[in-house]
């Protein structure tokens, strides 16, 4: 549906959203257009509403600089045939009084250059009316998707050094050190990486600390998890695509790889793409360009690759499901975690660390006795870092007051470890041989549930019944992959 230009009104300001609590804009995108069109405003506060932009309104310019003083905004919109605005001068204004603030600009068909115009003096897009609502949705998802990747990278830029450890990561044992040391020197360069190490070890931490103690820092850093790429659009969101590439392929879209061009690629358990897209992938390391699928050109890109994975890629090689050109491309820097059993005198520090980061989200303080710190060193963590805070979530959320004791652990961790793996086995239930296959099958997979399932010989769906019923896997937590404490012997 095209939207023309319809008679001028000069209504009151309006607030199409609810004006945030304190603290509450910290949270949300906010955008403010601007335009003494009723129509133009409600045209843009449902394109940002779909793209999950929180939206206020103004008639004119002095109401739009009232706005702009009491509450924070993101985006901002301006029709340039609104007379308060005098054209480019209120983007030229915008700049000035508030270069934080992305702007967007409105021109009616034909004024090109005032859109020229509007885009040297500052803004960072501009849509012609009439316009499609689709246009007009994916320029705003474009906008917005840029702001969210900034401000994440700016509080990421901000945390650094504030951690009893390295960048973004808590630790100092001797293994952690080493690894400190490889990613410093990682980070001065813009050779590739490859992180290895078990799955829940901090990957994508080490993978932020090298991007921000790099020369491009303040460059984007755009995380590509490739286990959760659906099969039929690897190529489409990783190389983008051009308008009319496919069916439903309304507008262009820039791919991942051409949003990080400047920065770095972090491409997360990469032993998971497919083989025709690791033959893409090395050709756009190689070429340094990449082609949207539908188009007849090519793109240059400029961007540092660390990749991650949890496989043993060589042998990966070896039997053929990995690209062998493609892995001596990436393992140029390796750089491997320790998982945390290896590194048992970090588990104090980093549950500790966990607890004050959760109390930072309202919750009451709390602290450890040192019987629940005993039975933390002692346990051996096959789900590392991601099981320890999941572990120290649980003990806060059930807690019944300030010191936390073993009863408040998971039930899977109040038993000595001594106790969890009996091995006599003569006489307990065959539920209990049932459970105690399906904990030991998640270790030996290290928590992959699909190869779990299989090596058990059941049905994924299956699996994740028993975990429910076993209460290792709840609605909003990931299952304990270790093995609970035994039931008593009947």
Known sequence: MAFTRQSRTHDPIVAESPVPTPGESDSFLWLLVASDEEAVRELVRTEATRVGVHVRAAPNASQALGLLDRQPIDLLVIDLATPSFHGVEFVKRMREEHPEITIAVITDFGHDDAAREALAA??????????????????????ARTLA????????????????????MVGVSPRMQEVYRRIEKAARSLSPVLILGETGTGKELVARSIHFH?????????????TGLVSTLVESELFGYVKGAFTGALQSKRGLIEAASGG?????????????????????????????????????????????????????VERGSFRQDLFYRLNVVPIRLPPLRE?????????????????????????????????LVSYDWPGNVRELENAVARALALNSGPLLHIGDLPTNLQAPAAARLPLDED????????????????????????????????????????????GELGADAEPEHSLPAPSPAP
């Open 214 to 226: 790099g020369p491009r820092k303040n460059a984007p850093f755009v995380p590509v998890d490739c």
């Open 427 to 470: 006489q307990i239930t065959l539920a209990e041989l049932e459970r105690r296959a399906i904990f030991r099958a998640l270790r030996k997979t290290r928590g992959d549930k699909v190869a779990a399932a299989r090596l058990l010989g059941i049905g994924k769906t299956t699996l994740y019944r028993k975990l429910k019923e076993y």
């Open 122 to 143: 500052g803004a960072a897009e501009s849509v012609s009316r009439p316009f499609e609502e689709a246009d007009l949705r994916a320029k705003l998802d474009r906008l």
């Open 149 to 168: 990747l900034d401000r994440e990278n700016r509080v990421l830029r901000e945390q650094l050094g504030s951690r009893p450890g390295f960048g973004l």
């Open 264 to 316: 770095t690629l972090f491409l997360d358990e990469v032993g998971e793409l497919p083989m025709e897209m690791q033959a893409k992938l090395l050709r756009v390391l190689q070429e340094r360009e990449v082609r949207p699928v539908g188009a007849t050109t090519t793109a240059s890109v400029d961007l540092r690759v660390v990749a991650a994975t949890n496989r043993d890629l060589q042998r990966e």
């Open 343 to 375: 590194r048992k005198s970090d588990i104090p520090l980093m549950a500790n660390h966990f607890l004050e980061r959760l109390a930072g989200d309202g919750r009451s303080a709390a602290v450890f006795s040192e019987d629940a710190i005993q039975r």
